[in-house]
């Protein structure tokens, strides 16, 4: 398999659940990033690993907890969201600056 | 306040029409990169430019790069609706000062 993947592609969740976003890539990248994408708003990055090593998280809230066991594997754990937590999640990864590779996302909605 | 101002927001043209996207910044980027995204898909990238100046083609797609390396510009020659997405500008300096803009969704009607 090539290129960059995530799991799962759709997920509905209360505001009382925890769940992971899991992405994986395959080509040899050293940074990984996660992006929340909502309708009319640009892409926002929420967390960049490079090196395994989490570089900017952007203030995002706590209820955002992202993993990077090792460079081809990141997570993104969730727990007590809102419903404005509702979006497209991106994960990418590059090897130099700026030419990111994107998976498809996982629609997240919270209940 | 957005770092990268992409225009027009919306454009909706007929099969076979020309059109132009633009990407503007007050800031000088190191790079700038130009992604399509699909509707329920990730950005995919199409172009890097680097060099104030630059054009780059990539089929019908013209890219080019501002001399001050502050904006681009993206021109379809004969628009098919295949060219139907959102269109998105990026630039950045490092790993974690990345910036998208806000995008161009663009629709070719058959």
Sequence with gaps: ??????????????????KSLKCEQHLGHNAMYWYKQSAKKPLELMFVYS?????????????????????SHLFLHLHTLQPEDSALYLCA???????????????LTVL | ????????????????ENLTVYCNSSS????????RQEPGEGPVLLVT??????VKKLKRLTFQFGDARKDSSL?????QPGD?????????????????????KLNVKP
């Design chain 2, 84 to 104: 139907t997405g959102l269109y998105l500008c990026a630039g950045g300096y490092n790993f974690n000062k990345f910036y998208f803009g806000s995008g161009t």
């Design chain 2, 1 to 16: 306040t957005q770092l990268l101002e992409q225009s027009p927001q919306f454009l909706s043209i007929q099969e076979g």
């Design chain 1, 1 to 18: 398999e090539t290129g960059v993947t995530q799991t799962p592609r759709h997920l509905v969740m209360g505001m009382t659940n925890k």
């Design chain 2, 49 to 54: 430019v680097v060099t104030g100046g630059e």
């Design chain 1, 51 to 71: 090196l395994e090593e989490r570089v900017e998280n952007n203030s995002v809230p706590s209820r955002f907890s992202p993993e990077c066991p090792n460079s």
């Design chain 1, 93 to 107: 990864s590059s090897l130099a600056v700026g030419e990111q590779f994107f998976g498809p996302g996982t629609r």
């Design chain 2, 28 to 35: 000088v980027f190191s790079s700038l990169q130009w992604y």
């Design chain 2, 75 to 79: 021109h379809i020659t004969a628009a």
